[in-house]
């Protein structure tokens, strides 16, 4: 018999600690914060941002941030379509876990594709993920190239770099919106602004 047929045979425990009761603890309700977008973007200065401005209000989160878990985690995975969509099946579920702990989880990763960032809203009750689209234009992203990878890929020493020759689907359904103006880009603090209006009138940062 395989060892897949084997896994069959398990079953759910639950534990008499249950959601509620944790979000009274913390006065807070758990749910993912999905920040998707091209390499650049603003994706980990946003999660950081928001984190920091969460904190001081007394509220747990938690980043799970691409490219630090590549480092664990998602170590071994590459930037092949299956590779990608292996990495955000992988983060959504541990996203899901922090968010049924009862933390506000802030996923940031370029999640390409549509179908992979769709599958992760599909783990959660739809209201609780919140998916935030950094809405930045490719050459504001070239133009920051904090890691040089743009001007290795225009060089053609990475293939299959995101925006550059491998494809970006922006979301057709997301609750946020982050937008340059005049290639002008919110700051941090803004940006961060943002996502805390959203998450205070949604009553995230309260147990009820
Ligand atoms: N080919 C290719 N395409 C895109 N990005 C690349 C690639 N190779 C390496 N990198 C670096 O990996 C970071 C993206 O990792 P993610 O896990 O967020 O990617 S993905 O969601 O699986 O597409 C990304 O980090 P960010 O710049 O923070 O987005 C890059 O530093
Ligand atoms: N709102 C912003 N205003 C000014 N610079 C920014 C802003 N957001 C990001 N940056 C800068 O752009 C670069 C890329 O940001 P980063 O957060 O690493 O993007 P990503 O995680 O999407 O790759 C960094 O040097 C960062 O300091």
Redo the contacts with the bound molecule.
């Keep these: 018999m395989s060892t897949l047929a084997n896994s069959s045979n398990i079953f759910w425990h639950e534990c008499p600690v249950g959601k509620t009761e944790r979000h009274k603890l913390l006065n807070q309700k758990g749910c993912v914060v999905w920040i ?6 603003g ?2 200065t946003l999660a950081c941002s928001l984190s920091r401005e969460l904190h001081s209000r007394g509220k747990l989160s938690y980043v799970l ?3 630090n ?2 480092h664990g985690l ?1 170590k071994g ?1 590459g ?1 092949s379509a299956e ?2 969509t292996e ?2 099946r992988r ?1 959504g579920e541990v996203a899901k876990l922090f968010a049924d702990a009862g933390l506000i989880c802030i996923a ?5 594709y549509g179908k ?1 960032r769709d599958a992760c809203r599909a783990m959660l009750a739809d209201a609780n993920f919140i998916e935030v689209f950094m809405n930045m234009s490719l050459s504001l992203c070239e133009s920051r190239d ?2 040089g ?1 743009y001007k290795l ?1 225009r060089a053609g020493k ?6 550059i020759d ?1 494809p970006y689907e922006p979301p057709l359904n997301c609750e946020i919106e982050i937008q340059e103006k005049d290639g002008v880009c919110p700051t941090p603090s803004a940006m961060a602004g943002q996502v805390v209006s959203y998450l205070e009138d949604k009553g995230f940062l309260q147990d009820q």
Excluded: C, E, H, M
Aim: aromatic share 6%; glycine share 14%.
């Design positions: 998707t977008g091209l390499s650049g973007s994706k980990s941030d691409g490219d878990l590549r998602n995975l930037f590779d990608r990495n955000i983060v940031s990763l370029i999640s390409p992979d904090a890691k990878l890929a990475i293939k299959g770099f995101t925006g491998d």
